[in-house]
């Protein structure tokens, strides 16, 4: 068996890979410890540990608890070509972890040309050409980081949870006025991007949404999409398989 684990800025999530690839679970990294980790992992012999990380202290709480549970390292891989994806960017060494793996598992489960929108503690958009070219992306602040910018930023906006986003032409109250506003200003940005990066290139893409806040906004996003929740984790497993 071959654990594999997504680690993000926010939150961590674990699957594995024997025959086929099998999701575990999510948890926060500010919950993660020795014994979370061991209520969270699968039962059976763990051979190998692949890890895609854009967080290094919990990549090194993990590789420490890894080292001493079961003398294993964790094995991370280098952005490169691989199978019949190209990546055509100044500088390879710049581009994330997770964005090579989402890319892998897209290019590898869909057909190309196509737009990942990774929505995390940051939203990324990643252009993948008819060709299968990795040229070019979009990288912003989520919504998280929005919302509590304007609290850290200012001494009177007050920090919110995002959980119940009225229409703007009903926001009547601090709060609402900062929920609607964050929300529906993320919608438009995603849809203008979206319609914008087509523009530019001159032909259609599919829309691939993934990432822990994808799920809040597709009610509202106008084109047509696919949501893959686990798309990191499958880009990891499929890289293993592969390589």
Known sequence: MKLLIDIG???????????????LSRCFNSELNNEKLDSLLPK?????????????????????YFLKKYNLDIKEFAVTDFDNLKIKIDN?????????????????KYHSPMLIIDMGTATKILLVTKDNVF???????GMGISKRILNEATELLPNTDLDEVKKLSESRNTIDVINSSIY???VEMINGLLERYENEIGY????????????????DIKAPYIYDENLCLEGISIYVKKR
């Not at 059976?44 to 420490?64: D, F, H, M, Q």
């Not at 893409?205 to 597709?218: E, M, P, R, S, V």
């Open 9 to 23: 800025n926010t939150a961590t999530k674990f699957g594995y890979l024997d025959d086929d690839f099998h999701y």
């Open 184 to 186: 529906y200003g993320h």
């Open 204 to 219: 259609k893409c599919l829309h691939i949404f993934t990432g822990g806040n994808a799920n809040k906004i597709l009610k």
């Open 44 to 64: 059976g012999n763990i051979e190998e540990i692949y890890v895609s990380s854009v967080a290094p202290k919990i990549t090194e709480l993990l590789s420490n």
């Open 92 to 108: 390879k060494n710049e581009l994330g972890l997770d964005l090579f793996c989402d890319l892998v598992g897209a290019v590898n």
């Open 135 to 141: 040229n070019s992306c979009v990288i912003l602040p």
